[in-house]
């Protein structure tokens, strides 16, 4: 099946020019986390709360004069709107993301596919991970303990390398910093119930 069969066609969007708070307020009003910008009908861009919060607001920028385009990733992963329902399930799994903008073959954006569109359909079944990231801690007696200080769930890999390469991209990206500051270890092993969704 192809994306288009089940990307929704009306896509809140945004210019570039359009400043932080604009986009904030509209996030708030259409309850969204995420919106694409666009110029000449064109994707240039994705904006998400938390480009807002880390960009704009942990800052200290002014919300009412930072535009959209200072703030927005630059980087998008997208797809086609004739590719399949596979590829795209695939490229959120391989990126760790949960929305793809989806384009035509002028780069015009032309829908959005979310996970919540792919419910439903057919998905391989994969067994979960549970990646678990630890400190060397030494007890009074001084012995070597792991404690654990962040656990993270990943879903649609293969394997333990690339569900611990996946948990530590997104712990990484969360915590703004190398996961070496976080963590002293990391391990992956199979939830033993399958997938978690």
């Known amino acids: 099946m192809q994306v288009s069969k089940i990307a929704v066609k009306s896509v809140h969007t945004l210019p570039p020019g ?26 240039v861009g994705v904006v998400t709360d938390r480009d807002i919060v880390l960009r704009c607001i942990a800052e200290g920028a002014d919300p009412e004069v930072m535009s959209v385009q200072d703030v927005m990733s630059h980087e998008v992963v997208c797809c086609r709107a004739d590719d399949s329902v596979e590829h795209a399930r695939a490229l959120m799994s391989e990126h760790t993301v949960r929305r793809l903008p989806v384009i035509d073959q002028e ?85 033993p119930n399958g997938e978690r969704r």
Do not use: C
């Not at 932080?20 to 994707?43: E, K």
């Not at 979960?128 to 012995?143: A, L, P, Q």
């Open 18 to 43: 359009a400043t932080v708070l604009q986009a904030s307020q509209q996030m708030r009003q259409r309850d969204l986390r995420f919106l694409p910008v666009v110029v000449g009908g064109r994707l």
């Open 107 to 191: 780069n015009r954006l032309v829908g959005l596919l979310s996970l919540s569109d792919l419910e439903g359909q057919t998905l391989p079944h994969r067994k979960g991970m549970k990646v678990t990231f630890h400190r060397e801690v030494t007890d009074s007696r001084g012995h070597a303990h792991k404690v654990a200080v962040r656990t993270v769930y990943i879903t649609g890999l293969e394997n333990r390398d690339q569900a611990e390469a996946a948990a530590v991209k997104r712990l990484e990206e969360e915590a703004g910093t190398v996961w070496t500051n976080v963590a002293t270890g990391v391990e992956a092993e199979e939830e």
